[in-house]
Structures are given as C-alpha cells and as structure tokens.
C-alpha cells in the first residue's frame, strides 16, 4: 500500500504571495490532518478534514485555510505568505476507526 | 505543545536504557501518543496508550498514569539508530485535536 504524498517537496516563495500544498492520503484513510512544524514551536495542528469536512482548527490565522475532495485528497493554501510561515508542512491521514496517524515526507516551505 | 511537557535533549549509550517521561494537561485527555522522528523524515507512530500501566513492544515501552498526567517512554539496549526525535502527544476529548509537545532529541553516544 502506497503511504502518504505531499507535494511539492520544497518550495520558496516571496513574502506576499500565496501558495497550495497537496497531500494524498493512504487509500482508505478518509482522515487528513495538517501541521506546522518549525524548531521554535514544534508541531502544531493545523486543521483536520474528514469526508470532505473541516473538523477541527488549530490557532492559526485566517490565512491558512484547506479543503478535502471526494478522493480524500487534500490541499492546504497560505495567503499573503510572512517569514514566519517558512517551515515544514506536515500532513497525516488515519482510518476513521482509530487515532493512529501516518505521516507524509512534508512539505518544505521558505519565504523570502 | 503547551499543554505538554519532555526534556528539550537527552543523551545516552549505546546499549544502555533510557527513559523520557512527559506531562500533560489532564483535563480533556483521552489518550497519549508517541512517535519517533529522524531529523529530515517523518514522525511515525510507536504507542498510543489509553489506560494506566505499561505496554511493551519489542524495545520500546511506554507507561501511562492517568491520574498524575504522566507518561513515559522506555528505550532498551539502545542502538545508534535511536538517535532520533520523540515527541509525546495528547489526545483531547473535547475534539478529537492531537497535540504534540515540542519534542527530546535523544542522542547516542558510541
């Protein structure tokens, strides 16, 4: 069974602009959950999509936002990219029936 | 990670044990995770402990206590590849959110 995609795997972008990141989940996994990681902070949750849905936000700004398809795909956009947005995306998707999460490689984003 | 608290960094030897314990938040708990992470890669999943006591697999324990907010993770005959991150996590009730703590870099000396 494949694991978790995300792609791109690196990105560098401009303060201002925005970009979309893409995470595939594991067939069956209708669970997809994103984070932030940085050395500072740590991993910090994001949002969590089931079915299509947004089920859980974390604290993050308006700025972040993401959405789920029909195939359990999601994607993660930031707008009006900062400096400290620079880190590493991470997605994770699971089985509806328990807690267990299985990573994705990540997404490393630097803003310049 | 706020609600979670491990040590930043540990270091230990080759073969030998060692232990990072973790405290978090008890209201709203329902469940600890943790997971192991090499610098550069993904954190994959190593225990998700919901009732009190230990839980063994293969090298690796971890203990939960319910009642004082702490759990542990135990490494045995420690090899280099152990070198790694652990991050504890904290599963909340009220929504179903996983929190992690910020994170102990452990690391293995020859």
């Known amino acids: 069974k494949a694991g978790v995609t995300q792609t791109p795997r690196y990105l560098i972008k401009t303060r201002g602009q925005q970009v979309t990141l893409s995470c595939s989940p594991i067939?069956?996994?209708?669970?997809v959950s994103w984070y932030q990681q940085t050395p500072g902070q740590g991993l910090q949750f994001l949002f969590e999509?089931?079915?299509?849905?947004?089920?859980n936000k974390g604290n993050f700004p308006g700025r972040f936002s993401g959405r789920q398809f029909s195939n359990s795909r999601s994607e993660m956009n930031v707008s009006t990219l900062e400096l400290g947005d620079s880190a590493l995306y991470l997605c994770?998707?699971?089985?509806?029936?328990?807690?267990?999460?299985?990573f994705g490689p990540g997404t490393r984003l630097t803003v310049t | 990670g706020q609600n979670i608290d491990q040590p930043t960094e540990m270091t230990a030897t080759e073969g030998a044990i060692v232990q990072i314990n973790c405290t978090y938040q008890?209201?709203?708990?329902?469940?600890l995770f943790w997971y192991q992470q090499h610098a550069g890669e993904a954190p994959t999943f190593l225990s998700y402990?919901?009732?009190?006591g230990l839980e063994e697999k293969g090298r690796f324990s971890s203990f939960l206590s319910r009642s004082k907010g702490y759990s542990y993770l135990l490494l045995k005959e420690l090899q280099m590849k152990d070198s790694a991150s652990y991050l504890c996590?904290?599963?909340?009730?009220?929504?179903?959110?996983?929190?992690f703590g910020k994170g102990t870099r452990l690391h293995i000396l020859p």
């Open positions: 994770a998707s699971r089985l509806a029936t328990n807690y267990e999460q299985y």
């Open positions: 067939s069956g996994h209708r669970s």
């Open positions: 008890t209201s709203g708990f329902n469940g």
């Open positions: 999509y089931f079915s299509e849905t947004q089920r």
């Open positions: 402990n919901v009732l009190d």
């Open positions: 996590a904290e599963l909340m009730n009220r929504d179903d959110k996983i929190i």
